[in-house]
């Protein structure tokens, strides 16, 4: 990959996605019971990893974009 860094885009994605799936992983393994009634549901835990998923996949356009402007700099 010839990015030296990342965008913009890709970070203010990937993070929250990447806090997403480590909270939704915590509350499918019941850390959430004593913190809040509705996060004892499963559901709170595999609502978590979808969006999770959901925005770490989209942090990958700005990353792909930001790859394809290097390469039609260079050619």
């Not at 799936?21 to 019971?33: D, K, Y």
Request: aromatic share 2%; with cysteine.
């Amino acid at each position: 990959m010839a990015l030296k860094r990342l965008p913009a885009g890709a970070w203010l994605l990937g993070v929250p996605g990447l806090l997403c799936l480590i909270a939704g992983g915590l509350l499918l393994a019941g850390l959430g019971v004593d913190l809040h009634p509705l996060l004892q549901e499963s559901g709170a835990g595999l609502v978590l990893l979808v969006s999770g998923v959901a925005l770490v996949g989209s942090a990958a356009f700005p990353l792909v974009l930001a790859e394809l402007a290097a390469k039609d700099e260079q050619g």
